[in-house]
């Protein structure tokens, strides 16, 4: 069940509602947040490395974004913070982003995205939210 509802709460940060912004033109970013569950700072940081930066890497690779950039914050505490920002050409590039991701996990790893998600990130980390922005 948690699997479940963390699996639709990591789609629902690709699949929001359109805004008033979308028609402006240029760049679109969203900003991802998750934290570690505690205990689990290493196992999610190390699926963090083994399957995330290569699917993202494929992306930028295959054109479906623009960039990305992987933050994390420990403060040697049991607290540790993953941010994710991922820059898109258009807001056209971010509607179709569920499906490139996707094909680039199996390209990549040869399993679909939502499997990744749900043997390797739902059992270490808790979403904290995610939003989208464009350049002013």
Not at 31 to 41: F, I, L, M, N, P
Not at 83 to 109: C, I, K, P, Y
């Amino acid at each position: 069940m948690i699997r479940g509802i963390a699996l639709i709460a990591l789609l629902l940060v690709f699949l929001a509602p359109p805004a008033v912004g979308q028609a402006q033109d240029g760049h679109v970013y969203t900003v991802s947040r998750w934290d570690a569950k505690t205990g689990h700072e290493a196992a999610y940081s190390q699926s963090y490395r083994d399957y995330l930066i290569p699917v993202f890497n494929a992306l930028k690779e295959r054109g479906a974004i623009v960039s990305f950039l992987s933050l994390s914050k420990n403060t040697g505490s049991a607290n540790s913070t993953h941010l994710t920002l991922v820059e898109f050409a258009n807001w056209a590039a971010l509607d179709g982003f569920e499906q490139a991701l996707d094909e680039a996990s199996r390209a990549v790893h040869g399993r679909p995205f939502p499997e990744i998600v749900a043997e390797h990130f739902v059992p270490h980390r808790d979403p904290r939210g995610s939003e989208i922005y464009v350049a002013p």
